[in-house]
């Protein structure tokens, strides 16, 4: 069977759906979503083929597609092109995750609890300088860092959410892991000085 190419007619229409869905119009994402579902899938199985959940894979691509409907630009790619880009990272960040070993998890459940005198070192004091320091970064910092380390998002979904470039992201976090560390050592040489 050919695959059949969408005419500028069926473009213009998913374009429409596109804007309306920006302005949060559940029905016209919903046709969106059923007319473009079959083309997406098959992109999702194309990056991860039977190595994850092609289901989850599209669920979050729709949710990016749902949030994000007001930045596509008819100029800029086809509404078709524009959904598969969204569904191959997402589907590239889902296979990148698979791909996270595992094996250490055992190993890191095995060690046992920090206590005062397991090894000497001062579990509370470093929770305390690191909570300070945490506190220190300006809230939108904190939320980033947050969310990249502590939840695990990754630097494509932070772009996203932030509205900004990749590398944007990448230096934000690059500059407040260094501010992080710097204060966290400034506290931990005044409380133990040498």
């Known amino acids: 069977m050919t695959q059949q190419r969408s005419t500028a007619p069926e473009l213009h229409y998913l374009a429409t759906l596109l804007e309306r869905t920006s302005r949060r119009d559940a029905q016209a994402f919903a046709e969106l979503h059923a007319l473009t579902c079959n083309k997406l899938r098959k992109t999702a199985v194309g990056v991860c083929p039977g190595s994850c959940d092609i289901d989850d894979v599209l669920q979050e691509a729709y949710v990016r597609i749902w949030h994000a409907a007001a930045s596509f630009d008819m100029n800029r790619a086809s509404p078709i092109t524009w959904m598969c880009t969204i569904v191959r990272n997402v589907a590239l960040d889902a296979v990148r ?98």
Do not use: H
């Not at 945490?134 to 502590?150: K, M, Q, T």
């Not at 630097?155 to 934000?172: E, H, M, N």
């Not at 976090?173 to 133990?192: D, I, P, Y």
């Open 97 to 194: 995750l698979k791909k996270l070993s595992l094996a250490g998890l055992e190993e890191a459940m095995s060690i046992p609890a920090p206590t005062e005198d397991n090894d000497g070192f001062d579990y509370i004091l470093a929770r305390q300088i690191t909570n300070a320091a945490l506190r220190g970064l300006p809230d939108e910092r904190r939320r980033l860092v947050s969310l990249a380390y502590f939840e695990g998002m990754s630097r494509q979904s932070l772009a996203q959410q932030f509205d900004v470039p990749v590398g944007t992201i990448k230096t934000w976090l690059r500059r407040a892991l260094v501010n992080l560390k710097s204060e966290c050592l400034a506290a931990a040489s005044k409380a133990n000085p040498v």
